[in-house]
């Protein structure tokens, strides 16, 4: 869910003046404020997570992985050069390696993430300026435990609401209401 170009937060004091060079107007990464700091706050940038984080509204508080995690856990972990927030909704074990089936809660693709690409694990996010701890808070273990069951459900409907995206699409291009060449290149954009 972030960027490295996007963590404002994990930026040195602009208080302190560091010594001019290439590296230090670069902003840390996630891995090195969770090393050094404990944990990492910031603003969740996508909507994957979406209802639980809002794009770019709510506050994150992710701590390191410590141990493996448990099913209906949020875990951090790099992608390609990007970072990922999704939740954990089982766990694989192919001979040596070990690790997480993983689905974010606005999505329908599970993937399977080693133990070791875990950087660390949602422990808190503030929602409007309230607290919710992922540790206590009764109503987001409920929404969490749904969440994850309701997933064969969620799949069914969001594969319903694409075709049906599609159809409309098709149907307007024969009408002769949309282009299908503007069509066609507005859904590769």
Known sequence: MRNEKDISS??????VSPAPSAAASEPRKIEDVLASEGFYMGPPAGVSMWPM???????????????????????????G???????????YDHGSEKGYVICGDNCVTLECIPCGDV???LC?????????????????????????????ARKVCKGANAAIRHA???????CGLRDRD???????K
């Open 168 to 174: 409309g699409k098709r149907v307007l291009a024969a």
């Open 124 to 152: 808190g996010f503030y929602r409007d300026g309230r607290h919710i701890d992922c540790e206590t808070s009764r109503g987001y273990h409920a929404y969490s435990k749904l969440w994850v069951a309701m997933f064969p």
């Open 81 to 91: 050069g990007k970072y990922v927030l999704h939740r954990v909704v089982g766990h």
């Open 10 to 15: 994990a930026m040195p004091d602009a208080g």
């Open 53 to 79: 984080l809002r794009n770019r509204h709510d506050v994150m508080l992710v701590v390191p992985a410590k141990g493996d995690l448990r099913r209906y856990d949020v875990a951090l972990y790099r992608r």
């Open 119 to 121: 950087l660390g694990v």
């Open 182 to 188: 503007a069509a066609g290149k507005a859904g590769r």
